[in-house]
């Protein structure tokens, strides 16, 4: 039981080191984006990955159901066809840039999340989006790595603990994520349309 305790208490510690303006402030970069019909691009590896694809689902059909305008939401590490070939073909190193490549446009938005912060395929797209005009954000964790410095903004979870910095990076794009639904859908949203901005079954 001690374990469990412990993990609790350092995430209850982490969560109220989070800097709440930097979340609020991402709110408003995708915000942004998405008022300007602007693609936003989300990666990341593993866990971090894993992050990525979750919260891209989130917007694709949870906060643009019902809505004229949608959210131009793109998980770089959805396509495995993609990956495997640029992997394969060229260095893991390249996966997210080379697709930025095909897609991104200037003011469009970047988001790489790295519990390292030093990802080398995530830097390298950061680097890309920054040199293109496309604005850019980090989630990082542990030191912060190179990615914490590069963004125009950043979500920092300064543990060094890899399930810890996940957990509240994903709890920091939930945050986010309600923030956005409420600011499109009025302050008036509740806890019961929230759910029903992304399942037509609750009643």
């Known amino acids: 039981m001690s374990h469990f305790k412990e993990y609790i208490a350092k995430e209850i510690e982490m969560m109220h080191q989070l800097d709440l303006d930097a979340i609020e402030e991402v709110g408003n970069m995708i915000l942004a984006c998405y008022e300007q019909g602007g693609n936003i691009f989300i990666c990341g590896n593993g866990g971090s990955g894993a992050s990525a694809s979750h919260i891209t689902g989130d917007y694709l059909k949870g906060a643009s159901y019902g809505l004229d305008k949608r959210f131009r939401f ?63 954000v980090a989630f990082s964790g542990f030191k912060g790595g190179k990615i914490k410095d590069m963004a125009h903004k950043t979500v920092y979870v300064g543990i060094n603990d890899m399930q810890i910095v996940e957990d509240l990076h994903m709890m920091s794009l939930h945050m986010i994520f309600q923030y956005i639904v409420k600011k499109l859908f009025g302050k008036s949203t509740n806890e019961k349309s929230m759910g029903a901005a992304y399942d037509k079954r609750v009643e």
């Open 74 to 136: 793109i998980c770089l590490n959805d396509n495995m066809t993609a990956l495997m070939a640029i992997s394969n073909d060229i260095s893991y190193d390249e996966i997210f840039i080379e697709p930025l490549k095909n897609f991104a446009n200037k003011n469009d938005l970047f988001i790489g999340i790295s519990g390292s912060g030093n990802s080398a395929n995530v830097v390298k797209a950061m680097q890309y989006a920054n040199d293109n005009g496309l604005k850019t």
